[in-house]
């Protein structure tokens, strides 16, 4: 009789994990539907003295996790697809010798080609001023650079005030890409307890993530900030650490000279205007999870010596 029951049972088992394994292989079997997505990719070569060479669309790998992706398209971003919205972002809390720079983003905004649009703002309270909405008269935005106020205001947020920008940024399909100046600390979430120990606002995942959602690049330069906190060793380091971070995942850069303010910002705008001439659209086909996100994208060149730099991750539709 036992060995009965055992016989019976050891079938219903079996049964039970063919059935499951069939299961399983006929959804492996079912082809996962691909939506294309669109991101930018600046091309920097790892030697400054070297020429950036010309990159086809077999060239680029394209990897979701292990998974290889299908580019669609790899266009340089000149002629028709030039299109470019750029704001320049201030910190309304920073010192007032950020006024000396002012010649330098002066040049570098009329520097800028007649495909692109330009705006300038001043972060305060948690939102952003827009002296000069995206226009391509680049004289007239050079013309609306002010001094600092010098006051972050009740809520001194840099991350909040970039939030508020791209949340009010109409979608017209050109590049999008920020140059913001700020010491990167956030005075709106009160002094941070955490000495020696990197600490970073939460805001800035928020930011980043808003970001790479719409494929907004973020180049940050770091100036001096007012008030007590911007005269802290640990508060400086960690605005430091937000901004970088801040830009590394959003396919940006980020400059600063230490923990002092730098001499010029010529330097740093010259390597922003070079990545924007080595840029280029990439349309490829992304796979999609049950819910729509962002999904971490791997790029490499097939080119030594050349880098691909992107946002970490893209907005991909749920299946």
Do not use: C
């Amino acid at each position: 009789m036992r060995r009965s029951i055992f016989i019976s049972a050891s079938s219903m088992l079996f049964a039970a994990a063919f059935a499951g394994l069939s299961i399983m292989q006929a959804q492996q079997s079912e082809p996962v539907k691909s939506v294309p997505t669109r991101m930018t990719v600046t091309l920097r070569v790892q030697d400054s003295d070297k020429k950036t060479p010309d990159v086809n669309r077999d060239d680029v790998i394209v990897k979701q996790g292990k998974v290889p992706l299908q580019v669609i398209r790899w266009t340089p971003a000149i002629g028709a697809s030039a299109g470019l919205d750029l704001f320049i972002l201030l910190d309304d809390a920073s010192d007032p010798v950020l006024g000396s720079h002012d010649e330098d983003l002066r040049a570098f905004i009329i520097a800028l080609p007649d495909s692109s649009s330009v705006g300038v703002g001043y972060m305060r309270n948690a939102t952003v001023q827009i002296v000069q909405d995206l226009t391509t008269d680049h004289a007239v935005a050079a013309r609306t650079l002010r001094l600092p106020l010098a006051s972050s205001g009740a809520y001194g947020n840099p991350y909040l005030s970039l939030i508020d920008l791209i949340k009010r940024w109409p979608e017209d399909g050109k590049r999008r890409e920020i140059v913001m100046i700020t010491d990167g600390i956030d005075r709106f979430r009160g002094e941070s307890h955490y000495r020696g120990l990197s600490f970073i606002s939460p805001d800035v995942d928020s930011a980043s993530r808003i970001a790479q959602r719409t494929g907004t690049v973020i180049d940050t330069i770091f100036t001096r900030g007012v008030g007590r906190r911007a005269r802290n060793y640990w508060e400086i380091t960690n605005g430091q650490n937000a901004i970088a971070k801040l830009s590394d995942e959003t396919g940006g850069e980020s400059y600063s000279l230490g923990t002092q303010n730098s001499v010029g910002f010529s330097p740093y705008l010259d390597d922003v205007q070079r990545a924007l001439r080595n840029q280029y659209l990439l349309e490829f086909r992304a796979i999609p999870a049950k819910r729509s996100g962002l999904q971490s994208i791997d790029l490499k060149s097939q080119i030594a010596g050349l880098e691909l730099d992107s946002a970490d991750s893209v907005w991909v539709p749920g299946r």
